[in-house]
């Protein structure tokens, strides 16, 4: 499908956030997020696109090794908690029967 004005046109909704800082999404309440942790302030307490299903999911995020991040964030993990969080969000919003797309590298590796 084409959209002819992309991001204008009003059947598009884009939003540019961390998507594993939406604690909501991961059933993490506001109030158990210790006052030290290094991003506490980041954290995402809204749900976007709550309610709504869609019938096709792509989950193509990467943690590349150029993006600026947190000390405590740079971990092999990152690339991990990224995936997991793309699973969790796009599985809740998937209508019954709908297609899930999921970019993996290196698939026959269990930590892929």
Known sequence: ??????????????????????????SIRS????????????????????GRKFELVLCDGQALRTHERAKYRETMREARRLLLAQLIFGMTRIKQGGTF????????????
């Open 31 to 50: 109030f158990s997020i210790p006052a030290d942790h290094p991003d506490a302030a980041n954290f995402i307490t809204s749900s976007p696109f709550n």
């Open 101 to 112: 797309v999921i970019l993996l590298h290196k698939a026959e590796a269990w930590d892929t």
């Open 1 to 26: 499908m084409i959209i002819p004005y992309g991001p204008k046109d009003p059947r598009v909704d884009v939003k540019f956030l961390d998507i594993t800082m939406l604690v909501r999404e991961f």
